[in-house]
């Protein structure tokens, strides 16, 4: 993507494909980002009068790091001092005639802070681990010396949930064979476990 889709992402509402593949408005992810610095404040008056809103000293780190960052590559390329909000210098810079030099920078920039809002504000869960099961590829449970499991799956939608098993993935981390959708259904029938057994074994693990 361009710089003006990075800096639409970071400062704009703007459409994302959900599960279901449609497509939906969400807000601005230095909305989001702010949002989550203070992630109590819609429910906790503060102050003298109550609890202090709690304060989540990675979001407010991350941001005062885009914040800070932002407007020093302003300066360097201007020489001027920004002292708007980063909401407005973005799309600004972003539509400036800059150096070949100075968009590739700022693209790789731009798309570096959108990975880490979202992996800060949505991590994705881990791969669900399949104790006791033998990899029908290598014929192993578990490898190396702390006999670590070798089967994992992969079961969770873009949105957090379980994704149905027609999305699921499978891989070995012993022999690094790897079997994704159809091959799902002929793997869960080569395990030594029913495919009833093995999904009831992921759910309840949760």
Do not use: F
């Amino acid at each position: 993507m361009s710089l003006s889709d990075h800096v639409h992402q970071l400062v704009r509402e703007h459409l994302k494909t959900g599960p279901d593949g449609k497509a939906y408005k969400v807000p601005a992810l230095l909305d989001d980002l702010r949002t989550a610095v203070t992630p109590g404040n819609s429910m906790s008056g503060g102050g003298a009068s109550g609890p202090p809103i709690p304060i989540n000293p990675d979001a407010l780190d991350l941001l005062h790091e885009i914040e800070a960052a932002a407007k020093a590559d302003y300066y360097e390329m201007t020489g001027v001092q920004w002292i708007k909000s980063v909401g407005e210098l973005l799309p600004w810079v972003a539509s400036l005639d800059l150096t070949p030099e100075w968009r590739t920078y700022l693209e790789h920039v731009t798309s570096d802070w959108i990975d880490r809002i979202t992996t800060l504000l949505w991590p994705a869960k881990p791969r669900r681990k399949l104790t006791g099961i033998t990899c029908p590829s290598c014929g192993q449970a578990t490898y190396g010396e702390d006999r670590k499991v070798c089967l994992s799956l992969g079961c969770w939608g873009l949105d957090g949930e379980m994704a149905k098993i027609g999305e699921w993935d499978l891989e070995c981390a012993a022999c690094n064979a790897h079997w994704t959708r159809d091959q799902i259904g002929w793997l869960l029938r080569t395990l030594d476990a029913p495919k009833v057994e093995v999904v009831a074994r992921v759910i309840t693990t949760v």
